[in-house]
């Protein structure tokens, strides 16, 4: 089994806390793997990262998250600030351009990497990055995405999770059929429905809606030298972030490409949402080689 090091990185504002899995600079001539989550931190990636022995895989916490903390004295995570950390960090492991899988909001940031700094990757997976306007209804997924917040706020994390978890099993556009249902209970999901008084949670909260918000440049991703493989899960079909997959890759010119499972498909049972860990590895594996 393969040593994990823990490293932590001073970076402006922050300090990273990230993981290496294998040798740097990397052997057998596979490019180190970044693996990339938002709000997901590291921790997120241990049911992935023991199907993927073959190369060598980085993962991080994001600042402000898991084991990254941060000194900037904000509470916001933009795909911008979270670009210019990994820079840094793709700098301190001397190991560049590298491959990156990433993930949701992660998925955001990465493609913020790419525009900003194409040197650094070489091929970028971007699974069901949740951009807003990529979709025909944008203005319906963004008043979706405000009443997640506003449940939040108003009834705390049970209340904003069920909300949250209405709108992204959500099948098609955010019609009017879509915000006349009912306010869903928390209990339906097995939630709390006690309110604990905290409003920082980064999914649930504003803190995050840079993420949602991004509008990507098509032309400058194009051109990047980076190569970029959308991807989408095979259960995500007609779910937002599967539609928000589709809609990134028509833009950049391409078809969205097919993972096993769901938007969490490479997550294990311990998260509560398990996907199909292995077989997903295979198929990063996969699209890896193929460049």
């Known amino acids: 089994m393969t040593t994990t090091q823990t490293h932590r990185l001073a970076v402006p504002g922050a300090d990273l806390v990230y993981d290496v899995r294998g040798p740097l600079p990397p052997t057998g001539g596979r490019r180190a793997l970044l693996l990339i989550g938002q709000p997901m931190a590291a921790e997120g990636f241990s049911a992935l990262v023991p199907h993927l022995t073959d190369r060598t ?32 960090l793709i700098e301190a492991l001397g190991a560049g351009p590298v491959d990156v899988f990433a993930s949701s909001g992660g998925a955001v940031t990465a493609l913020e990497l790419v525009a900003t700094h194409p040197g650094d990757v070489a091929t970028l997976v971007a699974h069901e990055p949740p951009i807003n ?19 939040y706020q108003a009834k705390g994390a049970g209340a904003g999770m069920a909300a949250f978890i209405v709108m992204t099993s959500w099948q098609g556009e955010f019609t009017d059929t879509y915000f006349a249902q009912p306010a ?65 890759a028509a833009l950049l010119g391409q078809e969205a490409t097919v993972f096993p499972s769901h938007h969490g498909g490479f997550l294990g049972s311990e998260h509560g949402y398990a996907g199909r860990p292995e077989e997903f590895a295979a198929r990063l594996r996969e699209v890896l080689d193929a460049d």
């Open 57 to 88: 895989v980085i993962t991080y916490d994001p600042r402000g998250l898991g084991r990254s903390t941060r000194s900037d004295g904000r509470s916001d995570h933009t795909p911008q600030r979270q670009a210019a950390d990994l820079h840094l």
């Open 133 to 151: 306007a990529v979709l025909p209804d944008d203005a319906g997924a963004e008043r979706a995405r405000n009443a997640v917040h506003d449940a």
């Open 184 to 248: 869903p209970d928390p209990a339906m999901f097995g939630l709390p429905t006690e309110d604990d008084g905290s409003r920082d949670d980064p999914l649930l909260s504003n803190s995050s809606w840079a993420i949602t918000d991004y509008r990507p440049d098509a032309a400058v991703l194009t051109a990047a030298s980076s190569r970029i493989v959308i991807a989408v899960g095979a259960e995500s079909t007609g779910t937002y972030t599967a539609r928000t997959a589709l809609g990134m």
